[in-house]
């Protein structure tokens, strides 16, 4: 048997299969995976989207695409993106297959072993993944109820101030941890990597998924309040506000930068699925989009208040949580001592599951705490889901 | 802007986009895309699929699947490749977002910088820019009429015995050349491999596009054909059989390889769309794909015969060309002296396009020979696009 590359014996599974069984088991209430619920699903649009189809349309769908996206979706999401504030002047977007391609893109076009990437602790698993496969060591700074801590990005950006390549943050309703930058915290980053000639990749796949349309203000991308000219990329995705079967994602970013990640992507899949990109087209181009936002948004939020009130009645007082304003995700956090994985066997016994929180350290070592994802579990089965796990904390307290 | 990494210096385009814009241009006769023709694109089937699906099948067609790909889409998907005489036996098989995705995955493996691939010369371009992105150097041997010369492979083989982590081989209707291996070359290469512990690559995306049924028998897989053991991977793809837009592949082999592959996937795309997985399924099991074989196998015999004929009647003699058996690409030699480039740029004069050669070439350096796509060229067009090509080569002669 060949020898494996470097890249492959440091490989990490980010445990996808095991999450998709729990989600998948009717037996087991799951706040694992992070998800749409099934029954959210716009099946009844993609009937209408499909029937609407030309003949041409079709076979389009059917028919390779350039690599950097059909050009009938990049004229209907430049529009979409522009009216969030996105900038265009100088810069270049194209479609990924799912947000994590966009990662991975470029990841491969700026990471070289050894090179440092700076996260949120705790942090998204796929990304994490996508960066260590490419040789990279990370570096973390812990958050607050508002974001990042300035003091800790800086000081961890100032100690890696020659390997650090890229900054990786996700600031609204942050994957695992569900909560928001303020505008304050928002223009504290930028303001914290001004001049550093280091590459910020904003994920944004939740931002349009607040619970209350007052908190829209929040959810500004930092792209569009970065100054012409900084190195910042945003990456987003149609997974949580449309289907996550699509593999459909994107990246905006420097046109330098982005025509490398395109070049790169020539290579990994030669183009996103066109058949998927066809639908998602039309999908924006009807204003089908605002419609189905209006629904989830109202369900999620629906879903997070049963959580949050579970858990004001059923967790044990020294362990603390995360209060989110939109998204898909409560992050708990126990006392130190705790190990969440004996937390997770103990609610599995009661056919409960959720994610333990050491997947999410870039470093790879804090135990205590745990995500819980609400999004894709029934809402009648929520408060009984938090029940389970409560108690489970309780047993090992 | 942050440094590009070593990976993104290295990177050569394949030139898709350049290749689809000669191709989506009616004023342009095309030999350049290795793209199915538009008419040729089975939409009716994708209709009738499509309004088939249940509601269950519609909801997993807009989710997230396992990484390894959707489960009745690898079953159906089994079904047809041990009907092809494939092993599975201590194999693992995933789908991939297309071949190229397979071909990617396990070069991310594989390979690491100063690693060697052995390829035929010319080669898949797309494969070449795979292997390139990781670093990889190419070592190359010719091929003639029956496939790879064996003694030329052994050659390569031994002078890179170190570093040689691959050996990519293209056997049934090869791009670019068009020729398929006999039955004898192929034990042949399969002896040469054998002991060196080198992974081989069947990458095998025509082998069901012979043009006469008595030359199925010459598009057996090496796969099936190699020793239990041996560490060949096997790679394919939906996009000759079924439509290119649908972005569907599979890689075939040693459960080790084929595992790390999987986690290589995770971070990469985390998924191939669900959604055309789905319908592939159903394509798979509802037994159109024969139906479908026959219809483009006649077509594109059609299509090659025509082209030939044009090629007899009006090549100058100097020049020599493949005369293919099944699948897409004629394969044009000229004298040494002379430059496709030039060609390519007189007959563009005259609106009709193809792919120059050095593209193919692993070295990058050989110049006098092209690459004719007859796949895609409406068949009325194609004996006016040979004249004037074959007029361009002759006014450089």
């Known amino acids: 048997m060949p020898r494996f590359s470097q890249s492959a014996r440091g490989m990490r599974s980010s445990e996808i299969r095991r999450l998709m069984a729990f989600a998948a088991d009717p037996s087991i209430i799951s706040f694992s995976g992070g998800m749409p619920a099934a029954s959210l699903l716009p099946t009844q649009v993609i009937d209408e989207l499909y029937g609407s189809l030309s003949l041409e349309a079709k076979q389009a769908a059917l028919q390779y695409g350039p690599t950097s996206g059909y050009p009938p979706l990049l004229a209907s999401l430049t529009e979409y993106l522009r009216s969030k504030g996105l900038p265009f002047e100088g810069q270049s977007l194209i479609i990924t297959t799912g947000a994590q391609q966009a990662i991975n893109l470029l990841s491969k076009t700026l990471l070289d072993p050894g090179d440092v990437v700076v996260s949120e602790n705790p942090s998204f698993i796929g990304a994490l993944a996508a960066f260590l496969s490419y040789g990279a060591s990370m570096a973390a700074a812990p958050l607050d109820d508002n974001g990042i801590v300035i003091d800790e990005l800086k000081k961890v950006l100032d100690a890696n101030r020659s ?134 948004r109202a369900a999620y939020a629906r879903r997070a208040t049963i959580m949050l009130d579970a858990l004001a009645a059923e967790m044990p007082s020294p362990v603390t949580w995360t209060r989110p304003k939109g998204g898909f995700y409560v992050w708990v956090t126990m006392p130190e001592s705790l190990d969440a994985s004996a937390v997770f066997a103990e609610a599995l016994k009661s056919r409960a599951a959720f994610v333990t929180g050491s997947g999410f350290d870039p470093y790879g070592v804090k135990k205590n705490c745990f995500r819980l994802a609400f999004a894709h579990t029934p809402e009648e089965k929520i408060a009984e889901g938090i029940r389970i796990v409560a108690a489970a904390v309780r047993s090992i307290l």
């Open 163 to 296: 390997r650090a390549k890229m900054v990786y943050l996700n600031p609204s309703f942050q994957n695992p941890a569900g909560i928001i930058y303020s505008e304050v915290r928002r223009r504290e980053v930028l303001e914290a990597l001004a001049g550093r000639d280091i590459c910020l990749l904003e994920d944004d796949p939740y931002g349009e998924l607040y619970f209350d349309e007052r908190d829209r203000p929040l959810t500004v991308p930092l792209k569009a309040m970065a100054a012409a000219g900084e190195p910042v990329c945003y990456a987003g995705s149609f997974s949580k506000i449309f289907g996550p079967g699509l593999r459909l994602g994107w990246l905006l970013g420097p046109a330098e930068i982005v025509e490398k990640c395109e070049l790169a992507k020539q290579s990994m899949d030669a183009c996103s699925s066109t058949f998927t990109q066809v639908l998602a087209h039309e999908y924006l181009r009807t204003g089908r989009l605002p419609l189905y936002l209006a629904t989830v």
